[in-house]
């Protein structure tokens, strides 16, 4: 149960299982047999044995949810300390998953695990390293724009558009996109009971992974017409496509990417997605998406402006435009 799993799919089915045999223990009156499996999965057992985390966290996902269900289905009271123990365990999931020098696939697996385990558990308790957690399987799992945008141009064998659109159509039918709205939900709630210097420390994060695209990948770009076309086309597609709840996110990502680019690469993207956009009946994203896209248009004229002032000249100007810009953005 704490060796390797290939995919999140597999994962859940350990979540499941772990639920089934844990109300059968409960059903039996068969605490201490819980309290075993706690201790197996404990986050000194973890360190010492080796473990590999990404089954444990969801052994402790689905062991919480057994007790969620028992509680409410039989009217349970059961020790506060019980429900703590595989909370530890994901809390010590949690801060694995942050450290760098991880085997990629293993960190990428136990980022979606631990988000989407969370999901499935019921409400835990606010904590630093599941907060950080859960942000970075958003950013990175949920909503991989830069990657998609970096692939889209630099495929060598020049059918990006294709290719990426594949790797769209593969993340859409994932496990764990259909429930970025739980997973926004978790990070909503973590995040509303952390600390100051926790809840900061999201932020940075969150502001560091927008800061999308070198403007060197327009000019990649600029010799491939038609792959560009494609892409911006698949890019404004899905805005309509994905959760209501994960599109604030993909908007300002996409805006992050637009003001990095040369002039001539803004202008080019705006009066296309100005048109996608005029063309839209989707009633709910429309208006959202008509405001966006005049702060958008500001924010790329502003900073056409600061460019053309002299650096020397206005270096007090320019910071206080530099830091309404930034403003701006964080309100996009």
Same mark, same amino acid.
């Given at each position: 149960?704490?060796?390797?799993?290939?995919?999140l799919?597999?994962?859940?089915?350990?979540?499941?299982l772990?639920?089934?045999?844990?109300?059968?223990?409960?059903?039996?009156? !068969?605490? &201490?047999?819980? $309290?075993? +499996?706690?201790? %197996?999965?404990?986050? *000194?057992?973890?360190?010492?044995? #080796?473990?590999?985390l990404?089954?444990?966290?969801?052994?402790?996902?689905?062991?919480?949810?057994?007790?969620?269900?028992?509680?409410?289905?039989y009217?349970?009271?059961?020790?506060?300390?019980?429900?703590?123990?595989p909370?530890?365990?994901?809390?010590?999931?949690?801060?694995?998953?942050?450290?760098?020098?991880?085997?990629?696939?293993?960190?990428?697996?136990?980022?979606?695990?631990?988000?989407?385990?969370?999901?499935?558990?019921?409400?835990?308790?606010?904590?630093?390293?599941?907060?950080?957690?859960?942000?970075?399987?958003?950013?990175?799992?949920?909503?991989?724009?830069?990657?998609l945008?970096?692939?889209?141009?630099q495929?060598?064998?020049?059918?990006?558009?294709?290719?990426? !659109?594949? &790797?769209?159509? $593969?993340? +859409?039918?994932? %496990?764990?996109f259909? *429930?970025?709205?739980?997973?926004t #939900?978790?990070?909503?709630?973590?995040?509303?009971?952390?600390?100051?210097?926790?809840?900061t420390?999201?932020?940075?994060?969150?502001?560091?992974?927008?800061?999308?695209?070198?403007?060197?990948?327009?000019?990649?770009?600029?010799?491939?017409?038609?792959?560009?076309?494609?892409?911006?086309?698949?890019?404004?597609?899905?805005?309509?496509?994905?959760?209501?709840?994960?599109?604030?996110?993909?908007?300002?990502?996409?805006?992050?990417?637009?003001?990095?680019?040369?002039?001539?690469?803004?202008?080019?993207?705006?009066?296309?997605?100005?048109?996608?956009?005029?063309?839209?009946?989707?009633?709910?994203?429309k208006?959202?998406?008509?405001?966006?896209?005049?702060?958008?248009?500001?924010?790329?004229?502003?900073?056409?402006?600061?460019?053309?002032?002299?650096?020397d000249?206005?270096?007090?100007?320019?910071?206080?435009?530099?830091?309404?810009?930034?403003r701006?953005m964080?309100?996009?």
């Amino acid at each position: 149960m704490c060796g390797r799993i290939g995919s999140l799919s597999v994962g859940v089915k350990v979540l499941k299982l772990v639920e089934w045999l844990l109300l059968g223990f409960i059903e039996s009156r !068969k605490m &201490r047999k819980v $309290q075993v +499996l706690f201790e %197996i999965i404990s986050p *000194e057992t973890c360190e010492s044995q #080796g473990y590999v985390l990404s089954p444990v966290v969801m052994v402790a996902c689905g062991a919480l949810r057994a007790l969620r269900v028992a509680s409410a289905r039989y009217r349970l009271d059961f020790d506060p300390r019980l429900k703590e123990a595989p909370e530890w365990t994901i809390r010590f999931a949690a801060e694995k998953a942050g450290l760098e020098g991880k085997h990629v696939h293993d960190r990428r697996l136990l980022l979606q695990c631990v988000a989407l385990g969370l999901t499935q558990c019921g409400q835990i308790s606010s904590h630093e390293s599941v907060l950080c957690c859960v942000c970075m399987a958003l950013l990175e799992e949920l909503l991989p724009l830069p990657d998609l945008l970096k692939m889209s141009v630099q495929s060598p064998d020049g059918n990006s558009a294709a290719v990426v !659109k594949n &790797r769209v159509k $593969q993340h +859409l039918d994932s %496990i764990l996109f259909k *429930e970025a709205g739980p997973v926004t #939900g978790i990070l909503c709630n973590q995040y509303s009971f952390a600390s100051d210097k926790a809840k900061t420390s999201v932020e940075i994060c969150i502001w560091e992974y927008a800061q999308v695209q070198d403007k060197s990948l327009w000019r990649s770009w600029e010799g491939s017409t038609e792959p560009c076309k494609k892409i911006l086309d698949l890019l404004l597609r899905l805005i309509f496509l994905v959760d209501i709840q994960s599109f604030p996110y993909l908007l300002k990502e996409l805006a992050e990417f637009v003001t990095l680019l040369p002039k001539e690469g803004q202008d080019v993207l705006l009066d296309d997605m100005h048109a996608h956009v005029a063309e839209s009946d989707d009633v709910t994203r429309k208006p959202v998406l008509v405001s966006w896209l005049q702060s958008l248009s500001y924010i790329s004229s502003q900073a056409t402006h600061c460019e053309s002032v002299d650096k020397d000249a206005n270096a007090c100007s320019m910071g206080s435009d530099e830091l309404s810009l930034n403003r701006t953005m964080a309100r996009l």
